[in-house]
């Protein structure tokens, strides 16, 4: 991103509090993107959201829904995200500097354990995806390299034994889309892929050194083929890749398959998942995250519904669809 641009991005952050983390993502991040009527994507990161909330309705009173407002002001909105939602207000539809402006606000405990636990797969799923970080005060991208590591071990356990580097960071893109309830009649199905394509050289420069991890332990190499990827999908490796996974997903995964009890060198006592075949691990993963992601995408739905209020929902709402029709036609 140049200067110019990130200095453009960065200046909305001027008529905010403080936050100890902001991002941008979507179509913003796209090479060569001009198009400035494009809704540009913030997620922003706080200590504390009810005191943020409070500061910015102080600030920007317009940027919520005012019924939220008149009814409890930052203490609805933050027990609405916090208790329908999945911990992040969305404050869609915000104009600026002539710009379309949408912003999402979580606590940075949150994200934190979203990140390491995919608890609620929500904004780990978005940054498993190209962003542009504009504040990291709390080192968030460091954090952040134990979900792109989970992310690859996922994806290749979706994969067969050869594809192709566009093939996985699609799978990788797809993780938080799995089982979405957007997806079914309000987002465009084609998405991932033209995600994938248009965002190709991040996700190249943002998973090469896990790749190469991978690569280091013979998990996967390299090829002169088409397929240009080759991964080794015996059953100690799927064990491996099963290992690399978040805990929560882990201990769901033995619920489906059983698990069994391994004394670490250490001598703590954790649980390991039974895999019998690769097949069978890769089938229970799926269906741990599909429930994830269509439990988390159902809160949020709602949740924003709540806080956009019922024209801006409908609005937002009728834009995805018809996105989505296009799509299909």
């Not at 140049?2 to 001027?14: A, G, I, K, M, V």
């Not at 994507?41 to 939220?68: A, F, T």
Request: positive net charge; glycine residues 6%; charged residues 25%.
């Amino acid at each position: 991103m140049e200067s110019s641009q990130r200095d453009e991005l960065s200046s909305f952050l001027t008529v905010l509090p403080p936050v100890d983390f902001c991002c941008v993502y979507g179509s913003t991040l796209h090479p060569n993107n001009q198009d400035k009527s494009k809704m540009v994507d913030y997620i922003l990161g706080v200590s504390d959201p009810l005191q943020w909330h409070s500061e910015n309705l102080k600030r920007n009173s317009d940027h919520y829904s005012s019924w939220m407002v008149h009814l409890g002001g930052a203490r609805l909105i933050t027990e609405v995200a916090d208790k329908v939602g999945v911990g992040v207000h969305f404050n869609p539809f915000v104009s600026w500097n002539d710009r379309k402006l949408k912003y999402g606000v979580v606590r940075m405990n949150d994200l934190v354990q979203d990140i390491l636990d995919w608890n609620r797969f929500y904004l780990s799923g978005r940054l498993q995806k190209p962003v542009h970080l504009l504040v990291d005060n709390l080192d968030i991208e460091d954090v952040n390299s134990v979900n792109k590591r989970a992310a690859v071990s996922a994806a290749l356990l979706l994969l067969p034994s050869k594809f192709t580097e566009e093939d996985l960071y699609a799978r990788i893109c797809s993780l938080s889309y799995m089982g979405d309830l957007r997806m079914l009649f309000a987002e465009d199905t084609n998405k991932v892929n033209k995600i994938v394509k248009g965002q190709f050289n991040l996700f190249q420069s943002m998973y090469k050194p896990f790749l190469e991890y991978c690569e280091s332990k013979n998990l996967l190499r390299f090829s002169s083929a088409e397929t240009n990827l080759v991964q080794d999908s015996s059953l100690s490796a799927s064990r491996s890749l099963v290992s690399s996974l978040p805990a929560s997903v882990r201990s769901q995964m033995g619920k489906l398959l059983g698990e069994k009890k391994v004394l670490s060198e250490t001598g703590r006592v954790s649980g390991e998942v039974c895999i019998a075949s690769r097949e069978a691990a890769a089938k229970s993963m799926e269906k741990v995250m599909k429930r994830r992601v269509m439990v988390s995408s159902a809160r949020q739905a709602v949740s924003g519904f709540l806080a956009a209020g019922a024209i801006n929902a409908t609005v937002y709402l009728s834009q995805k669809m018809r996105k989505a029709w296009n799509s299909g036609s």
